[in-house]
Every structure is written in structure tokens, then in C-alpha cells.
Antibody
Framework: QVHLVESGGGVVQPGRSLRLSCAAS????????LHWVRQAPGKGLEWVAV????????DYADSVKGRFTISRDNSKNTVFLQMNSLKNEDTAVYFC??????????????WGQGTLVTVSS | DIVLTQSPGILSLSPGEKATLSCRAS???????LAWYQQKPAQAPRLLIF???NRATGIPDRFSGSGSGTDFTLTLSRVEPEDFAVYYC?????????FGQGTKLEIK
């Protein structure tokens, strides 16, 4: 059974940094890409970033490019999202999700329950 | 970027009725690379459909997806009480992998 647990959320001031983690279990972590998707309070879903199964390919939404970095540690079945220069509009629940196909970057399939990031002074 | 526009914004139906949700793309979504998700309050999204028409594991057959190019549809043949939720489409043909704004299916 696929299990994803996000952590690292909290309240942070604008301009500061935060690092999210997502611990995975129940599937072959090393052959699947991982996504981060966020949802601002009361709003819709926004895709944030994806990392390939081996970490060699990353891609980002324009709204976070140059500020956020996605990475993974396949020895620990964990994916990270380093968020720098945070803005008020980054306030959201951040979900990690597995990709639906092995060795490709496509659609998020299994999702964690999310971690809330609040950017406020 | 590919912009996805969902309609209607809100769909009010009674249990047992048929639901038709639309997702229109601003440009062709190649290879039918479109997914549908269901989200209930305070829950993570759940994958329903991928590849425009393929049901995900464990999804009841009352859910079906269709379409190609720029026009896609999610159909619920008979709405059950547990189906009232928000539905999102997402394209994964081209980065950024954009979502539609959602359609809320509510009880009439």
C-alpha cells in the first residue's frame, strides 16, 4: 500500500526559507518520479514541481522557478522541496504525489495528506 | 502554458442523475494526456481517470472519461451520495502540468 507522509510545514516570514520532506513507503520508490502540488486556502490545485526517478530531470511551475528546488534521496525513500525567498502567495497545503508511470514524468497518482505552509509576517 | 477551463463551475444534481463535466484546453493536449481527480473537503485529491479515458485502480465504472484534442469530458452515469465533491482535470502533455479551476458537484 502506497503511503506518503509530508512534513516540514509551518509559519514562516516572507523572504525566509523552508524545506519540506515527503517520506514514502509501500512501492518501488526508485523507479517513480515524484511531484509536489499545492493548494492555497479555498482555491484549486496548482502543480509545483516534478523530479524523475533518478533525480536527473526536474521541472517547475513558472511561479516557483528559481526559488524552489526539488530533490530526492533514493536511499531514504524521501523527496524534498527546498523553498527559498518565500512570498505570501506561497501559502498553501503542499502535497507530494507519486507519478502514475514508472520511469516517466506524467500525472500524479497516489497523494499524501499534505503539509500546510503559511507565509506571513 | 496550456490553460484548462472547466465547466460548469457548479453542478447541482440529485442522486441517481447523470453528471457531465467538461474540460477545455487552450491548445491540443497531445496523446490524450489528461487526468481527472476528485477532491473532498480536507482530503487529498484522488485520481479517477488518466489518459483521458482509463479508469484508475479501484474507481467504479460509473465514472468514465472521453475526449481528445482540446475537449474532454468526465461522465458520472448515476451520481451516488459519495460523489459530491470537487473535480479537477489536469494535462500532463506539456510542462507546466496545469490543472483546471475545478467543478463543484453539489447536492440539489
Amino acid at each position: 500500500q502506497v503511503h506518503l507522509v509530508e512534513s516540514g510545514g509551518g509559519v514562516v516570514q516572507p523572504g525566509r526559507s523552508l524545506r519540506l520532506s515527503c517520506a514514502a513507503s509501500g512501492f518501488s520508490f526508485t523507479i517513480y518520479a515524484l511531484h509536489w502540488v499545492r493548494q492555497a486556502p479555498g482555491k484549486g490545485l496548482e502543480w509545483v514541481a516534478v523530479i524523475s526517478h533518478d533525480g536527473t530531470i526536474t521541472d517547475y511551475a513558472d511561479s516557483v522557478k528559481g526559488r524552489f528546488t526539488i530533490s530526492r534521496d533514493n536511499s531514504k525513500n524521501t523527496v524534498f522541496l527546498q523553498m527559498n525567498s518565500l512570498k505570501n502567495e506561497d501559502t498553501a497545503v503542499y502535497f507530494c504525489a507519486t507519478d502514475g508511470w514508472s520511469f516517466r514524468q506524467t500525472f500524479p497518482e497516489y497523494w499524501g495528506q499534505g503539509t500546510l505552509v503559511t507565509v506571513s509576517s | 502554458d496550456i490553460v484548462l477551463t472547466q465547466s460548469p463551475g457548479i453542478l447541482s444534481l440529485s442522486p441517481g442523475e447523470k453528471a457531465t463535466l467538461s474540460c477545455r484546453a487552450s491548445q491540443t493536449v497531445r496523446d490524450g494526456s489528461l487526468a481527472w481527480y476528485q477532491q473532498k473537503p480536507a482530503q487529498a485529491p484522488r485520481l479517477l481517470i488518466f489518459g483521458a479515458s482509463n479508469r484508475a485502480t479501484g474507481i467504479p465504472d460509473r465514472f468514465s472519461g472521453s475526449g481528445s484534442g482540446t475537449d474532454f469530458t468526465l461522465t458520472l452515469s448515476r451520481v451516488e451520495p459519495e460523489d459530491f465533491a470537487v473535480y479537477y482535470c489536469q494535462q500532463y502533455a506539456a510542462s507546466p502540468y496545469t490543472f483546471g479551476q475545478g467543478t463543484k458537484l453539489e447536492i440539489k
